[in-house]
């Protein structure tokens, strides 16, 4: 195919839950990339894989990648031989997730994302121009990577994304901050000179930066950045540990001689990441149950978690309170409804107790918007207009939080899921057009 004469300039916003790729042009035109999927063309592709054995000749077992929408329904339809990873941008940074093993081989962390961004290449509705990916692309990265202790952290996790997306054919690679991003995406709106906080929620961090945009003279200039590794996959936890563990055995006791023994808790802190609860479906932790169950004042709670661990149902669970807590947002009550394999549960959650239960979350992001002020010497008052973004945005106590600190009036909003993807593809094209 032939390449036109127009040049396409590439922004990737890696997310945690989802993952968006912009194009933009060289007038500055923005437009996020298309997915199929089967409720029709999607800005977002899902940041999720699935690998699939296949020995149907019974002579030659493979391993089949399925990435995005693919990757849920190859699940759905396979679950029995297939090996669901999500999540996977949250352990970047973390030194004991180096490899996983999956159907009898094993896989690096890099390796992962790479099978990951190969399928996102290879999906996507791309226009009929030739695209060059090792050229310079500008790939996001949040201010504190999930999870990271500090700067050595965070330099671990970039460089392990670089190598991933080295791995995948992306040999040109340029970060730039998610918020600031954002922010470059959000200044098109701008008529007059401004200083704007944008706050990034995401999955797995909450970001911000402070930027001061004049549109007169085009002028740009970044003041602070700050973030901290907690945002909607924290929230989900949360709802997970109040709601989902008490009916799986949490708070119940079991006495294997003459005394009774509390259920160990670590059982369900492994529920905070997916892959840990692979982790919990080993004989040894299976057998552990069994005998709990025998001698349990909730016997039906242990069978329960029992049941799930086997059936390996953690992704039904984590769609369950991921679409528990998007009602949350929408209405002061939900109910939290799985219903799989024998299992059936339908809890009761009102919008009040989700918020206490996330009090302490939220009060920590907050602590990085300070910081990010205290950075750049400002207070609330000296921040012209404050832009959320990111799907976390949508939950209430935070929109209430930041309306109360900075007004009301300064908050704005709008593009949640694609605004990063944008900016970054926006300054894809301005670093290309300013490289010496």
Known sequence: MQSKAVPLYIGIDFGTTNTVVSLCDGAGTTRTLQYPSSQGALSTFRSILCYVSDDS??????????????????????????????????FLSSKSFSKSAIHGREYTLEQLIAD???????????????IDFSRAITVGRPVRFAGSDGAAGDAVAETRLRSAFAMAGFTGINFALEPEAAAYFFARRLKQPATVLVADFGGGTSDFSIVKFDPTTGATQALAHAGVGIAGDTLDFRIIDNVIAPAFGKGSRFRPEDKWLDVPKWIYFEFEHWHRLSFLKRPAVLRELRAMEQVSDSPEKIARLRLFLEQELGFHLYQAVNQCKTALSRSEHATLTFSHASIELSCPVSRSDFEQWIAPDVTAIEAACSDVLAQADMTAQDISVVFMTGGTSFVPLIRRRFETRFGAEKIVAGDEFVSVGSGLALLARERSINKP
């Open 57 to 90: 000749d019974g002579l030659h077992p493979q391993t089949r990648v399925f990435c995005g929408p693919a990757a849920i329904d190859a699940f759905l339809q396979h679950s029995e031989d297939a090996r669901l990873i999500q999540s996977i941008k949250t």
């Open 116 to 130: 990951f961004l190969r399928g996102l290449v290879q999906v996507g509705q791309w226009p009929d121009q030739q």
